[in-house]
């Protein structure tokens, strides 16, 4: 009965690789985020979208591409991979009514390592 | 962006209430301000919500003056479990126009 649920948890691979972290929200949320946490803990949102709209998009390198195949669903690829990418990034979902979103429950975050 | 600073640890022992405050002095009239809670290797949890004057919910309260620029967070007799750190978020709710900024958070360690 895991709320949101983010795939894999632990993630090693090498530079230039093209990898995608998978995330699934099961609380019938409209709105999904993309957050990244770097090694000093700095959290810093990436890209968010409402009803498989995206509504946020951060500076962000264009190596990274979110899709949202459903409402439920919110994934994220990344291409040609650098050391700098390394991160644990994490997947949040929340209600979205009006003109006004609500609290923002996250995933377990994946922990993405570069080599 | 609404840019947020807070006190970068704290330390306090079990029992005691914890007052966690941040500043947010360019923040928007759009803007709420918001508190999460980090465990290691967990997501942050939300704590609170609010926009102005004071929000209280079974968990903690939070602390807004008038002028809106800084906010904070009261914990009433935390105990070795409320170590955690604790993130202070301001941001427009109206997603779309404003992201979602979050500070370089507050370590609160909890002593017995």
């Known amino acids: 009965d895991t709320a949101v649920s983010q795939t894999p948890k632990y993630l090693v691979t090498q530079m230039g690789n093209d990898k995608s972290i998978k995330c699934e929200q099961n609380?019938?949320?409209?709105?999904m985020y993309w957050y990244k946490q770097d090694s000093k803990k700095f959290l810093k949102i990436m890209f968010s979208?409402?009803?498989?709209?995206?509504?946020i998009n951060e500076t962000v390198p264009n190596r990274f591409s979110p899709k949202s195949p459903d409402k439920a669903h919110l994934n994220l690829h990344i291409n040609s991979l650098e050391l700098g990418d390394s991160a644990v990034y994490f997947c949040?979902?929340?209600?979205?009514?009006?003109?006004?979103?609500?609290?923002?429950?996250f995933g377990p975050g994946t922990r993405l390592t570069v080599t | 962006l609404a840019k947020t600073t807070q006190p970068i640890s704290m330390d306090s022992y079990e029992g005691q209430e914890v007052n966690i405050t941040c500043s947010h002095n360019?923040?928007?009239?759009?803007?709420?301000i918001t508190w999460y809670q980090q465990f290691p290797s967990q997501g942050p949890r939300f704590i609170i919500q609010?926009?102005?004057t004071k929000v209280t919910n079974e968990v903690a309260s939070l602390f807004i003056p008038a002028d809106r620029k800084s906010s904070t967070l009261s914990l009433p007799r935390v105990s070795l479990s409320d170590t955690a750190v604790y993130y202070c978020?301001?941001?427009?709710?109206?997603?779309?126009?404003?992201?979602?900024?979050f500070g370089s958070g507050t370590r609160l360690q909890v002593q017995p």
């Open positions: 360019n923040i928007a009239t759009n803007d709420y």
């Open positions: 949040a979902s929340s209600r979205f009514m009006g003109q006004v979103s609500y609290e923002q429950y």
């Open positions: 609380l019938g949320h409209d709105t």
């Open positions: 609010g926009y102005k």
């Open positions: 978020l301001v941001g427009d709710l109206n997603t779309g126009r404003r992201a979602l900024t």
């Open positions: 979208y409402n009803n498989k709209e995206l509504i």
